[in-house]
């Protein structure tokens, strides 16, 4: 390995371990307590060594985003995959449902990294990055097929998409009643869904 290539090596590194700093910080404490100072003294580097990385909050928010995209489009395509056996296209829906729900509330943090604080991204532009636009696309990988005759499909997954966001975010705030989730999901699948 030459000496370029593990500066590189090392350099990726330490924005891993920047990006999984920042996002546990903000899962045990809110985004309010990721400072850079707080940062830099978590991963043991000088504040300019993690300027050299990221410009600042907002740019490492944004990283936080991407990955959390990543992480969602994976876990919408497997339980959706995963309800393809039994479920058919209603319950496929429904497994998407409930994994971007769970997911936005295991991933808090995360999840207010990709549609709650300003990251730098560009969202429903042509200079979207790549893993936004994949999260989008496993939503339309399964809500395309249950559309309906006549209905475009990515304004359609669109407006489940928002539904579900007001469900999640909602449902923390505290403005629903969590025992009352999987009627709401029911609700959702069986209005929007047209199976």
């Keep these: ?8 090596r090392d350099r990726a590194a330490r924005e891993r371990l920047i990006v999984a700093t920042a996002r546990e910080l903000a899962e045990r404490q809110g985004w309010d307590a990721v400072t850079t100072r ?9 504040q ?10 907002r740019e490492i928010i944004g990283a936080v985003a991407l990955e959390g995209a990543a992480e969602l489009a994976t876990a919408v395509r497997a ?11 209603r319950g496929r829906v429904a497994a998407l449902a409930h ?5 936005a509330a295991r991933h808090p943090a995360v999840y207010d990294a990709l549609f709650q604080l ?24 399964t809500l395309a097929e249950v559309a309906g005759d006549g209905v475009d499909p990515g304004p359609f997954t669109e407006t489940f998409w928002a539904a579900l966001h007001g ?3 909602l449902t923390r705030a505290g403005r629903l009643p969590p025992e009352d989730a999987a009627s709401r999901v029911g609700l959702l699948v069986d209005r929007l869904a047209r199976v």
């Design 99 to 103: 994994a971007y729900l769970d997911f």
């Design 167 to 169: 469900l999640a975010t």
């Design 79 to 89: 339980a959706t995959s995963a309800a393809s056996t039994t479920g058919g296209p």
């Design 118 to 141: 300003d990251g730098g991204l560009a969202y429903a532009r042509e200079d979207t990055p790549a893993p936004l636009k994949d999260a989008f696309a496993s939503l339309l990988e």
């Design 38 to 46: 707080r940062l830099a003294q978590r991963i043991e580097y000088s």
């Design 48 to 57: 300019p060594v993690l300027y050299s990385h990221f410009r600042g909050k």
């Design 1 to 8: 390995m030459s000496v370029q290539e593990r500066k590189e």
